[in-house]
């Protein structure tokens, strides 16, 4: 499968952003989205998850502002962030994982939330 992320900028702190995540090459609907972000000088974090049937999980950090979504008959996932913190400035990948089908990532898509 591939993956294209895009909708990342810089925005100012408290601002929103929507992050979205093209899939081509597969069926869509077999693989477990995900939002992985990685800061500078740090490793790469799990942001959000949402299954094939919508079901989703969230890291704590972004408990209430982040919303994962996706749409199978467009093949794209979201996320929508909301009341950005500078802590959310990452590069943002999306990946799509499957157990037995494997891990995909994207390019990346870079977010700077200044104050």
């Known amino acids: 499968v591939q993956l294209q992320a895009s909708g990342g900028g810089a925005v100012q702190v408290g601002d929103s952003l929507r992050l979205s995540c093209a899939a081509s090459?597969?069926?869509?609907?077999?693989?477990?989205m995900g939002w992985y972000r990685q800061a500078p000088g740090k490793q790469r974090e799990l942001v959000a998850t949402?299954?094939?049937?919508?079901?989703?999980n969230y890291a704590d950090s972004v408990k209430g502002r982040f919303t994962i979504s996706r749409d199978n008959a467009r093949n794209t996932v979201y996320l929508q962030m909301n009341s950005l913190k500078p802590e959310d400035t990452a590069v943002y990948y999306c990946?799509?994982?499957?157990?037995?089908?494997?891990?995909?990532w994207g390019q990346g898509t870079q977010v700077t939330v200044s104050s």
């Open positions: 949402i299954t094939g049937g919508g079901s989703t």
């Open positions: 090459g597969s069926i869509f609907s077999l693989y477990v």
């Open positions: 990946n799509a994982a499957h157990f037995r089908l494997g891990s995909f």
